[in-house]
């Protein structure tokens, strides 16, 4: 009877694995209401007038409409794709929402723009909310990974702007899941982020460094097919507007007149924000991304778990571009899956505990201040796993 009576307390605790999914399951029901409200006020798929909200999926549909007419090309041209976006919705907005893809990424773009504007909308975020949320529960486990990833804080912003944060963080996801048995499968999610290859930039450094020699050459063939298959389905104009539009996008991309800078939540856009020059900031960001390449590469041939690895490359993503918006930072559920499945078998720090909350929270408070916290949550979450990689035993 002492003995029972002595176990009974530890009976009740909930396990690690239903704390993961309580959090997670209050968090996603958190945004439900909080998306719900936008709704009955106008500010969440229609506004008051019951027309069709402005966000940044018009981009994606509208050049999907101009790749079904057979111009996809046209979606590179400012203006061009303008007014696309006016067609799209049925009425005019300030400002623009460019298209700056390379052309496999019409694939997705067409397959959308042949349902009803809201239909496509809701799809796409159904859509790669599932396969993202797969990915992070494949790296956990069970529903509470599933849980988890509806409740990571940067997925709201992500919905609430239409945008492909869940697809980048699910190719992401999958790669590094996929990658210790099944290479292959690991490849096609990595060949398929070229539709977004600035948060593919360390990601040879590392495979490289850990003789990942199948993964590299199926990626690259499956960025070679894609590549081609869009050459030969939108066109060669396409791939030419690409060129033609990229330079000239990234230049407008960096003028204050046009991008505000504490959207933007990389170390170039702090650096622009609070009054330094444009050759600082790009000193600066390109500092940041050799560290980030040069730590990744060590850790990568080191003996340190596959966790703290996979995690590192998945925090490191994000860091190391200088085009880095909120919905972005939806990848950071990658790098914390992979140390919450590390904790579950040896378990947390206070301090690990307490900082990787700070993080969600800096996420979550996104709207309500004007200054850089997703570029501080995602520093936050590369500090935890480097603690965890110089202080852990190898395996």
């Known amino acids: 009877m002492a003995v029972a009576h002595d176990l009974a307390p530890r009976a009740a605790q909930p396990s690690p694995q239903r704390t993961i999914g309580l959090v997670g399951l209050t968090l996603a029901l958190g945004y439900l209401i909080v998306l719900g409200g936008a709704w009955l006020q106008g500010d969440f798929l229609l506004d008051r007038f019951g027309r069709p909200i402005v966000n940044d999926f018009v981009n994606v549909y509208a050049a999907g409409r101009l790749a079904h007419g057979g111009d ?22 300030d400002g623009y929402y460019g298209w ?43 529903r509470a990974g599933v849980l988890f990833a509806l409740g990571f804080p940067a997925g709201i912003w992500n919905v609430t702007a239409g945008q492909n944060g869940f697809l980048t963080a699910a190719l992401i996801g999958g790669t590094l899941s996929f990658l210790q048995r099944q290479p292959v499968l690991a490849g096609v999610c990595l060949g398929c982020l070229t539709y977004k290859p600035q948060f593919g930039l360390l990601f040879p450094l590392a495979l490289i460094a850990d003789r990942r020699w199948l993964t590299v050459a199926v990626a690259a063939l499956t960025a070679a097919v894609l590549a081609a298959a869009s050459w030969l389905i939108f066109g060669g104009e396409s791939w030419r507007a690409f060129f033609h539009w990229a330079p000239i996008s990234s230049r407008l991309l960096t003028e204050p007149a046009v991008l505000n800078w504490y959207r933007v939540q990389s170390v170039f856009a702090l650096i622009r924000a609070h009054g330094g020059g444009e050759g ?8 940041l991304t050799l560290a980030l390449a040069a730590g990744l590469v060590w850790l990568w041939r080191s003996r340190a ?3 703290l690895k996979a995690a590192a490359l998945a925090a490191g993503a994000p860091l190391a571009t200088p085009y880095l918006f909120m919905y972005d930072l939806t990848v950071l559920a990658v790098a914390v899956a992979f140390l919450l499945r ?53 395996t």
Do not use: N
Request: proline share 5%; with cysteine; aromatic share 12%.
């Open 280 to 287: 600082l900031a790009w000193t600066v960001q390109a500092l």
């Open 100 to 142: 700056h893809y390379p052309p496999p990424a019409f694939f997705f773009a067409a397959a959308l723009a042949a349902l009803p504007y809201l239909a496509a909308m809701l799809g796409w975020l159904a859509a790669t909310l599932a396969v993202y949320a797969a990915a992070i529960g494949r790296i956990i486990g069970g």
């Open 305 to 307: 778990a596959f966790e």
């Open 342 to 394: 590390l904790a579950l078998r040896s378990g947390f720090s206070k301090i690990e505990i307490a900082a990787l909350a700070a993080a969600g929270a800096l996420i979550l408070i996104y709207p309500y201040v004007e200054t850089h916290v997703g570029f501080a949550a995602a520093l936050i979450v590369m500090a935890v796993v480097m603690r965890r990689a110089c202080t852990a035993p190898a």
């Open 72 to 93: 996809a090309a046209a979606a590179y041209d400012w203006t061009a794709q303008k007014a696309a976006e006016i067609r799209a919705i049925g009425h005019d907005f």
